[in-house]
């Protein structure tokens, strides 16, 4: 019996993990790893992606364009698998795979269908997301669903420890269902199509504070920007201020004569207070364009001091 033939679109840190595992879960099967070169402001994922496929002996392809990546030398495939695959996959692709072709996806879907969904999940205060195995299809992020498991998030909880969570529950839905897919019987169950969101993709401008905006509004902008993201940021003298940590909104004072974005108590050993336009955030770490971290009451020691 021939061994299957996997086709892997994997791309960050997250991909790397994937290929990792699916290597150790189906050590027979024959692969092709399609990745791309990580944009600038992301952790860097290509390298280890190459060694680690060149030292299991499989195949290669740094591509953006999979119609035109030489995929199928000796006909068609069993499988496909995409993990934080960016680009449009036709279907004159995924049509030839005999078991099918699926994608992995960082949400609850039909909910938050499109990019960044676990940082958009943060940024609006939801109290979950979640990992989708579903079926490729025509529509973004529409075909039948395999399998999909929730993934907690804490209220003041930053987005770093939620990716870590689901990483590892796109380890586990491989896991449980890598078998099935392969043998073909794999249960699927449609969408909700009147049940659908969708979300926009972000760039790092996206993470620009804007200080009158509510308070609490603010602090999720922060804690889903921050690492392994570019972070949050203002202005301060002319000079990009990139805020990384806080403490969650201070209700305790009301302030009828308000400035957003002026500090307005400097805390020693523990960071700064800034105005938004509702009440008080503790600004704990901020970096001045490429300097160190530095806790924000080293840097912002005037009562003076405006972000914007």
């Known amino acids: ?66 119609a035109t990546a030489d995929l199928f030398r000796d006909g068609e495939g069993d499988l496909l698998f995409a993990v934080s695959w960016r680009y449009l996959v036709p279907e004159a692709v995924y ?3 005999r078991r099918g072709a699926f994608v992995f996806h960082d949400s609850l879907l039909p909910k938050y269908r499109g990019f960044a969904p676990t940082v958009w999940a943060v940024i609006n205060g939801e109290r979950e997301t979640g990992v989708t195995l579903f079926e490729m299809a025509e529509a973004v992020d529409s075909g039948r669903i395999v399998d999909q498991q929730a993934v907690p998030i804490g209220p003041e909880e930053y987005i770093g420890p939620v990716v870590g969570r689901v990483t590892e529950v796109y380890l586990q839905l491989l896991d449980r269902n890598l078998a099935p897919l ?50 949050a940021f203002c202005q301060w003298e002319g000079k990009k201020l990139t805020v990384w940590t806080s403490d969650p909104p201070d209700t305790s004072r009301r302030y009828v004569g308000a400035l957003p974005g002026r500090v307005v108590e400097r805390v020693p050993g523990q960071g700064v207070r800034v105005l938004a336009n509702d009440c008080a955030l503790l600004v704990r770490q901020v970096q001045l364009e490429d300097g160190p971290v530095v806790p924000a009451d080293q840097l912002l020691t005037g009562a003076t001091h405006s972000l914007t």
């Not at 399609?34 to 195949?59: D, I, N, Q, Y």
């Not at 401008?205 to 972070?231: E, K, Q, V």
Request: charged content about 20%; some cysteine.
């Open 1 to 66: 019996m021939k061994p299957p033939r996997i086709i892997l679109l994997c791309a960050t840190q997250r991909g790397v993990a994937f290929v990792r595992r699916i290597f150790a879960l189906c050590p027979a099967a024959e692969y092709v790893v399609c990745s791309f070169p990580e944009t600038p402001w992301e952790p860097p994922f290509l390298a280890a992606m190459k060694e680690l496929v060149e030292t299991a002996g499989h195949r290669l392809i740094v591509t953006r364009q999979v």
């Open 95 to 97: 049509s030839r795979l």
């Open 182 to 231: 392969l043998a073909g019987t794999a249960p699927l169950r449609a969408q909700d199509e009147a049940a659908a969101t969708y979300t926009c993709k972000r760039s790092p401008a996206d993470g620009r504070i804007n200080w009158a905006a509510p308070a609490a509004t603010i602090f999720n902008l922060i804690r889903a920007s921050s690492a392994p993201y570019p972070g």
